[in-house]
């Protein structure tokens, strides 16, 4: 026992009293109650800081975007009404002219003028004032104006003297310009009224390069305009106002202009609460430190006196040969005290007495842990750390790897292990060494091998242990070879759960029960636009329209509530703003029974809807179509008894009646219109050949200069080595002339008519959104005019007849639809491209073929019509046009054979076979058709002559584009002399 005196022998300090330790104690804690009161201080003011910042931030933001859309608002008003067509006449009869316009405060000297080219104004938004200039004849930004829009700030406004910023868009022609003029006077103090939030902020609008003040919250008046001393205002968040008031600033960018509004917080109001908390709290600790000094001092009395006699008692009774009780008396630290020394005293008589009941408990349970080591139902080993050699192994190790106890004895761990974990196992093992908590170890699973070669997962726990006077660890190897297969194949199965969700091509989203997204693939992000982690936590409903979202919590409810699955659509706002039409599949989630979530599968049907709209107005052009087939078809046969009997009666007359003339002349002008009708609906018949069409483009340009004026330039881009294509050329010259016609007249001011060919190869994905067009290489007609374009609403009609935008008395309304039945019969497609104000291109797609050009017979002169004595078969089932060709046939000089029907046709062929010269049949008629009809006649009078007259061809001649080989065509409506022609010449042809 070392004594004060030894302390003091062996150099020892002397300890020091109990009252210098409630002297530091005190100390200690004012040093850290004056600590705590600091640091609160600068972390309250550090605070204080950063939420100002925040807020000012936040202040100038929000200002910054208000004054951005307030300057769009601004320059858009200025070019729409320099837009608006009826400007040239406010500006030579303003009278009635009203406009109202308002600053960004609300009411101040902001207006909206229109200015003419030399200065004065027609028309404002300010009510004149006698006392201010009338004009702006002598302003630069105007003469700048009239060139181009011009965007100013800070400018003088020569009517109120106000500093302004201006916004001037030219009225075309250079008849003067819409001039917008926001006063920056109120523009700081209004961003201040609507954005600080009711606190003593400064608002500081300075221009782009920090140099000038744009506007100010503070005495507005003053500043606006002014400039800002060199160097600006600096970067430091913390600094002087141009007043000299300490303010804490954030700034933000105004787009467009780069304008910086400044916002600062008077530093002194933000720190104001922080230095009534510091005073305080340094009240609060005085009070407590002296009340800890009157209370450590009570505490000493109380406690150092009664130590001093329990001190004085133990050395006493430490010289007595047989120890005795010490007193028990002063506070309950004290006695306790007392009282441990007389228990120390009555423990060292018990000392040999319980060290001998533990070793007997040790050697007991000794007995034990071999009992529980040797009788375990499961595999358990002894092996020494060094060697890692077998030290004991139980029956059931023995039953379980086949070896016998002996040949365990004989190996060590490793001969279990595979090879290639022999390092894992080393490192297992030796961790020890690196400063492991020695005790229960958790090993893990390990692959193990039984005597007879097979292999098997066991999960190993392990305790250190000494065993013979070696370090050892005791083992316990568990069978978990069936979990493992179950753990791995569920893996698996999630790797291709994952793998399916993530590769998916169909958007995929799972949400919570209160709608919010857990998780989306990749299809889903990219899609809307967003990261995958910005998407996890956001409420569906921020993704759907709001007219939708009623839809899509409902059927999340139903889903929920385990009804049955069903398909509904609604559209997806991607990050752009662009709509995602798709169609929603989704199912419940569960846990243990309980509902989680909902999973929904989304497919993108935008484009299925867009294919459906393309297919909805394909079906009504081709109903419009046959309609109008129909129509002109019957129309043609009463066009040709009408001009037939009026050619008749013209001849019969042998002068020209101007009655008969107006018939006939009104006859021809309803042929053409039927004649169009035709070509839209595909009922014409074509003459198709192997063309280039840069032949016939070179070929119509000196007529399209012509036609399209002066005032519009003609430009053409052939490509040279242009494939080739079947079709019509008279057809394509049609095509060519109602498309120039169609862009002078979007031209009324003159511009560009651009013609273009090219080789173009139109792939699956151009067939895929463009529907009715082939795939493989086509040659592209574009003509493009430089005009007032169309709205989308308008293009969707252009093609159908008797649609026109123009003034009535001015079109048919059936040129597009020419166009368009020329192009589809051709085995075309036709795509138009417009903007209003930016023009209109249309680009014709013709299949290109790998054959020469054909050869154009040259139109032979046309001889007096020689009359002839053959017999005719007329087939027609239409009555009076039927009489008005066998009359016609009759004059002269043919024998006619008249068929009602197809069937009486082949009757009179029979009987009357050895005759027939020529076939004369209707292209279109009940029973049989006249190709049909030709063929069966042919086989029964071998070399008849046919002619096939219609106006337009069946369905299968149509979609050919010509007629069966040998056969001649008459088009509807013919007279007299045209019919003989064609009988005479297909009478003579060979």
Not at 51 to 74: D, I, M, P, W
């Amino acid at each position: 026992m070392t004594t004060l005196a030894d302390a003091e022998r062996r150099g020892w300090a002397r300890p020091w009293p109990l009252r210098v330790y409630f002297v530091l104690l005190f100390v200690l804690l004012a040093a850290i109650t004056l600590f705590r009161v600091a640091y609160l201080d600068r972390v309250g003011g550090k605070d204080a800081r950063q939420e100002a910042r925040q807020v000012a931030t936040h202040s100038a933001n929000a200002a910054a975007k208000q004054l951005g859309e307030y300057l769009t608002v601004l320059e858009s008003t200025t070019k729409s009404l320099a837009a608006n067509p009826q400007i040239g006449q406010i500006l030579e009869t303003p009278e009635g002219c009203t406009l109202t316009f308002a600053g960004i405060g609300g009411e101040d000297r902001s207006h909206l003028d229109l200015v003419r080219a030399d200065g004065t104004v027609a028309c404002s938004s300010r009510k004149a004032d006698a006392s201010e200039p009338g004009g702006y004849g002598d302003a630069d930004w105007l003469r700048r104006a009239l060139r181009g829009p011009v965007f100013l700030a800070p400018v003088r406004d020569a009517r109120t003297g106000a500093q302004v910023l201006l916004s001037a868009t030219p009225i075309p022609r250079g008849r003067g310009a819409v001039a917008g003029f926001a006063e920056l006077t109120s523009v700081a103090p209004a961003l201040a009224a609507q954005n600080s939030g009711g606190r003593p902020t400064e608002f500081l609008v300075t221009s782009e390069d920090d140099s000038v003040v744009i506007s100010r919250s503070v005495a507005p008046e003053r500043w606006a305009g002014r400039p800002l001393p060199p160097g600006g205002l600096g970067e430091d968040a913390e600094r002087e106002d141009l007043d000299g008031k300490d303010r804490l600033y954030a700034s933000a960018a105004v787009p467009k202009l780069g304008w910086t509004i400044h916002v600062g917080e008077d530093k002194d109001a933000v720190l104001a609460s922080v230095d009534r908390l510091r005073n305080r709290q340094l009240a609060i600790a005085g009070i407590t430190l002296a009340l800890l000094m009157l209370a450590g001092g009570l505490v000493y009395a109380q406690v150092a006196a009664p130590m001093r006699r329990l001190s004085s008692a133990v050395r006493s009774t430490s010289v007595l040969g047989s120890p005795t009780p010490v007193a028990v008396s002063g506070p309950a630290e004290v006695m306790s005290l007392a009282e441990d020394v007389n228990t120390l005293v009555a423990s060292v008589n018990t000392e040999l007495a319980e060290r001998r009941k533990a070793e007997a408990a040790a050697q007991q349970s000794e007995e034990r842990y071999r009992l529980l080591f040797e009788r375990n139902p499961r595999p358990m080993w002894v092996f020494e750390v060094g060697t890692l050699r077998f030290l004991a192994v139980n029956d059931a190790a023995v039953e379980a790897y086949g070896y016998s106890r002996e040949e365990f004895l004989a190996m060590t761990i490793e001969d279990i292990r595979p090879a290639e974990e022999a390092q894992r196992l080393h490192e297992q093992v030796d961790s020890r060494e690196a400063g492991e908590e020695v005790g229960l170890r958790h090993a893990g699973i390990w692959r193990h091998r039984r005597k007879d070669g097979t292999w098997f997962d066991v999960e190993i726990t392990s305790h250190d242990h000494v065993f013979g006077g070696r370090p050892a660890r005791v083992v316990l190897a568990l069978d978990v070879t069936d979990r493992v297969m179950a753990e791995r194949a569920l893996l698996r199965s999630e790797a291709r759960y994952r793998e399916l969700f993530d590769k998916a091509s169909d958007l995929i989203a799972t949400m919570d029960v209160d709608g919010t997204l857990t998780a989306v693939n990749e299809a889903f992000a990219r899609a809307t636009g967003y990261h995958r982690d910005e998407l996890i936590g956001m409420p569906i409903t921020d993704l759907v329209p709001t007219d939708s979202r009623d839809l899509v919590v409902e059927a999340r409810e139903r889903t929920l509530e385990g009804g049955a699955p069903k398909l509904y659509e609604h559209e997806l706002v991607a990050r752009d703003g662009s709509r995602i039409q798709v169609e929603v599949a989704s199912r419940l989630i569960e846990e243990h029974g309980r509902p989680v979530g909902v999973e929904s599968i989304c497919r993108d049907i935008s484009e299925r809807r867009r294919l459906e709209e393309e297919l909805r107005q394909a079906q009504r052009l081709e109903s419009i179509g046959r309609l109008a087939g129909g129509i002109a078809h019957d129309f043609n046969n009463l066009l040709t008894v009408i001009s037939g009997y009026a050619e008749m009666l013209l001849a019969r007359n042998g002068e020209a009646h101007g009655e008969l003339v107006q018939i006939a002349a009104a006859a021809d002008r309803a042929a053409v219109l039927t004649r169009q009708l035709l070509a839209f609906s595909r009922r014409q018949v074509l003459q198709p050949r192997v063309i280039q069409l840069n032949e016939v483009v070179s070929g119509l340009t000196p007529l399209l200069q012509r036609l399209i004026g002066e005032d519009v330039e003609l430009a053409a881009a052939l490509s040279p080595a242009l494939e080739h294509v079947r079709a019509d050329p008279s057809q394509m010259e049609q095509i060519i002339l109602n498309l120039a016609v169609n862009a002078r007249d979007a031209m009324p001011s003159g511009g560009q008519l651009s013609i273009q060919t090219a080789n173009i190869h139109l792939d699956e994905e151009y067939v895929s959104h463009h529907g009715d067009v082939a795939v493989g290489p086509h040659v592209m007609l574009a003509v493009s005019d430089t005009g007032v374009g169309m709205e989308p609403e308008v293009a969707e009609h252009i093609f159908e007849p008797f649609f026109t935008t123009k003034p009535i008395g001015t079109g048919t309304g059936l040129g597009l639809a020419t166009v368009y039945g020329i192009v589809k019969q051709s085995g075309g497609s036709i795509w138009v491209y417009s903007e209003p104000g930016v023009g209109t291109t249309f680009k014709i797609y013709l299949p290109a073929v790998r054959e020469p050009i054909g050869e154009e017979r040259p139109a032979e002169p046309r001889t007096a019509v020689a009359r002839g004595s053959e017999t005719v078969l007329l087939a027609e089932d239409n009555g009076p046009l039927r009489q008005l060709i066998a009359h016609m046939l009759e004059t002269q000089g043919y024998d006619v054979l008249v068929a009602e029907t197809p069937k009486d046709a082949v009757r009179l062929a029979v009987e009357q076979s050895d005759k027939i010269s020529l076939l004369i049949s209707d292209l279109v008629m009940p029973e049989m058709s006249g190709s049909a009809l030709a063929t069966e006649v042919a086989g029964i009078v071998p070399g008849v002559r046919v002619l096939i007259m219609s106006g337009y061809t069946d369905d299968a001649v149509a979609r050919g584009g010509s007629l069966t080989p040998g056969a001649e065509y008459l088009e509807k409506p013919f007279g007299a002399e045209e019919l003989a022609a064609k009988v005479r010449e297909t009478l003579d042809s060979q």
